[in-house]
Structure formats: structure tokens, C-alpha cells
């Protein structure tokens, strides 16, 4: 499913603040200097349906305080590539079975500019249930994403968000379980729809 070329920038940008697109281009464009890091899109049977988990961190004086996410983070040196990097994260912060894991692939790499990130989310598939153990100090509840109500369209929805103290934008973002899901994780799952959709089509 992600052998083929994969939707890019295209299907990010769906999901992304409403900016003038050469603004977009720079803002999305990797500085020099920035870190790595790597986030794992988990597909696992849940009832009658396939989910992602996402989760909900705490609130911190950092820029992601209080966001929605995809487990993962920063590539350490111990880490072979960023496939380990969010294998590992993803043991860490959710508890599951990392060995267990089966790759699919990769979605393309995504800037995150407000904290000099470069992504790169890797797929992957347990064929299992997993028993969640959310790491208390990084998450404050996990939050289950059924694939049928990532492609419904009545999801997408738009409102302004204080992006910092001084930036108030309006956005697109997926509502799931009321929870706001926007900026670089609803990026990434828009790529991940395009995809899903396009199989499903």
C-alpha cells in the first residue's frame, strides 16, 4: 500500500493552517539544522474495525503541551534509523510489543517549524489488540482512531487555534472524541487517508 508514490505534500497541505502557499513552502521547508525524529502510524484490530492509537500529552510549557500525537520523538544515537527511532518511542509511551510490529512502509517526512523536527512516520501492523500502558509523565490518555471515521468526511472540521502568543490561526483539523487533532499529526493523516481512500476507491 506504500510502494506506490505516495501523496506528499499535496495531501499534507489539505490538513495544514490556512497560510498563503509560499508561506506554506517556507514554513514546511527543513532548516539545516534540524533534528530528526520518528513517529509510528499503528494499525491493530479493534472490534469490527482497524485503529490507530494517538495520544493525548499532558500539558507543558513546550510548543506540543496539550496536543494530540503520534507515539514517537527524537532519534537517539542508539537508535539504528528512525524506523527504531519510533518502534522505541512507541514501546515507551504506549506499551506495546515493539517486536511484534509488523513495517509497511513509510509516509513522506514532514517540517514541523515550531520545533525544528524533521519527521519521517513509519507504518506499522499488530495483529492483535494491544494492551495500552501509557507512559504516565508523557501521556495523559490514549486515544483510539477507528480507520471508517478517518475517512469520513464529516470529521474535518475548522476552528482558530492560539498556535502561540502571538499567532492565532484558523485550521483544519479531525475531530476525534472531541478532541482537536490538527497541525503536523492531522498533516500526516491526511496523507494516510489519501492513501486509505484511494485503496478503498
Known amino acids: 500500500m506504500l510502494r506506490d508514490p505516495l501523496p506528499g505534500r499535496e495531501a499534507q497541505l489539505e490538513m495544514s493552517a490556512r497560510f498563503d502557499k509560499d508561506i506554506?513552502?517556507?514554513?514546511?521547508?527543513?532548516?539545516?539544522?534540524?533534528k530528526?525524529?520518528?513517529?509510528?502510524v499503528l494499525f491493530y484490530p479493534d472490534e469490527n474495525d482497524i485503529s490507530i492509537p494517538l495520544m493525548l500529552r499532558p500539558e507543558y510549557p513546550g510548543v506540543h503541551g496539550g496536543?494530540?500525537?503520534?507515539?514517537?520523538?527524537?532519534?537517539?544515537?542508539?537508535?539504528?534509523?528512525?524506523?527504531?527511532?519510533?518502534?522505541?518511542?512507541?514501546?515507551?509511551?504506549?506499551?506495546?510489543?515493539?517486536?511484534?510490529?509488523?513495517?509497511?512502509?513509510?509516509?513522506s517526512e514532514l517540517f514541523i517549524f515550531a520545533s525544528n523536527f524533521l519527521v519521517v512516520p513509519t507504518v506499522g501492523y499488530l495483529n492483535y489488540k494491544p494492551d495500552f500502558v501509557p507512559e504516565e509523565n508523557e501521556v495523559e490518555k490514549i486515544i483510539s482512531?477507528?480507520?471508517?471515521?478517518?475517512?469520513?468526511?464529516?470529521?474535518?472540521?475548522?476552528?482558530?487555534?492560539?498556535a502561540s502568543k502571538s499567532i492565532r490561526l484558523?485550521?483544519?483539523?479531525?475531530?476525534?472524541?472531541?478532541?482537536?487533532?490538527?497541525?503536523?499529526?492531522?498533516?500526516?493523516?491526511?496523507e494516510l487517508k489519501a492513501i486509505i481512500t484511494k485503496i478503498y476507491s
Do not use: C
Not at 506554506?24 to 534540524?34: D, G, I, L, M
Not at 542508539?78 to 509488523?102: F, M, P, W, Y
Not at 483539523?173 to 491526511?190: C, K, N, P, Q
Open 36 to 40: 530528526k525524529g520518528g513517529v509510528l
Open 170 to 190: 484558523n485550521a483544519p483539523y479531525f475531530d476525534v472524541e472531541g478532541h482537536v487533532v490538527w497541525g503536523a499529526t492531522a498533516m500526516m493523516l491526511s
Open 67 to 107: 496536543q494530540v500525537s503520534f507515539p514517537g520523538g527524537k532519534f537517539e544515537p542508539q537508535d539504528k534509523n528512525l524506523i527504531h527511532t519510533a518502534l522505541r518511542e512507541a514501546e515507551e509511551e504506549i506499551g506495546i510489543k515493539s517486536a511484534d510490529v509488523e513495517i509497511l512502509g513509510n509516509l
Open 24 to 34: 506554506a513552502e517556507k514554513y514546511f521547508k527543513p532548516e539545516e539544522n534540524a
Open 145 to 162: 482512531l477507528p480507520v471508517s471515521h478517518l475517512i469520513d468526511p464529516s470529521v474535518v472540521k475548522f476552528t482558530d487555534i492560539q
